[in-house]
């Protein structure tokens, strides 16, 4: 396969994360052995839409880095906040398009179950909150691709096999994986950031798995609020 330029040694590489309560955006540049991290700020809770662009301009600027420099994007794509996951995307296609640069998106519980790996516990599962007594479960399956879903209780009890481990950054997720599942290991990490997002795109990135910006969309796992609590539509009245 040939190697495009921004997939080699020294390309500098975005990550924006606006999936969670609090999000991040980082800065690094690829290495021979993976990725040097040259930065990451951290996003005030649930202020994305005010300070994203902002946020982002000041990293790059404290590293003497311009937009069109940048070799590729990683965007998280959800599952998480409606909103975040949006104003990220936004975001992202905004910085993307003017300089066609390439974009990979990976999910927050791809990158939480990342994580795991790395602090060497095992399976490849995660879950996080989804409010409303549920979790964005992702369920490693053997022999196949790892899935993503929304769960509830009732859910969680009808699997038929329970992963070995379960990676969780939050209270409500831990509490729910531990009662319908009492024999995994539950390993409670830190919540995912941009700069792991960056860490787990490395094989992306250097493979040149990029996506079309026209299909960047969110992950999100369940309906947005409006779609669940909106009126019903009301069939057009006919003529007679």
Not at 38 to 54: C, D, I, M, P, Y
Not at 89 to 112: D, I, Q, Y
């Amino acid at each position: 396969m040939t190697v495009e330029p921004g997939q080699r040694t020294g390309g500098l590489v975005l990550g924006v994360d606006t999936c969670g309560s609090s999000g991040s955006v980082a800065l690094g540049r690829l290495a021979e052995d993976g990725l040097e991290l040259l930065g990451q700020t951290e996003l005030a809770g649930r202020s994305f839409s005010a300070t994203l662009v902002a946020v982002v301009e000041d990293l790059l600027k404290s590293h003497g880095v311009v937009p069109r420099e940048l070799s590729a994007i990683v965007a998280v794509n959800g599952p998480g906040s409606f909103t975040g996951v949006r104003v990220g995307l936004s975001a992202v296609k905004g910085l993307a398009e003017p300089f066609r640069t390439a974009v990979a998106v990976v999910s927050r519980l791809e990158v939480l179950a990342g994580k795991i790996g790395i602090q060497g516990v095992g399976a490849p599962s995660a879950a996080l909150d989804a409010h409303r007594n549920e979790v964005f479960l992702r369920l490693e399956v053997t022999g196949g691709k790892p899935r993503e879903v929304l769960a509830g209780r009732a859910d969680l009890a009808a699997f038929e096999m329970t992963p070995a481990a379960v990676a969780v950054c939050d209270d409500a997720a831990e509490e729910l994986i531990r009662a319908a599942w009492p024999r995994a290991l539950v390993a409670r990490i830190a919540a995912p950031t941009a700069a792991d997002a960056l860490e787990l795109a490395v094989p992306k990135i250097r493979s040149g798995a990029f996506i079309d910006l026209a299909l960047l969309d969110g992950h999100y796992l369940r309906r947005s609020d409006a779609e669940i609590f909106g009126a019903p539509v009301q069939p057009a009245a006919q003529g007679r």
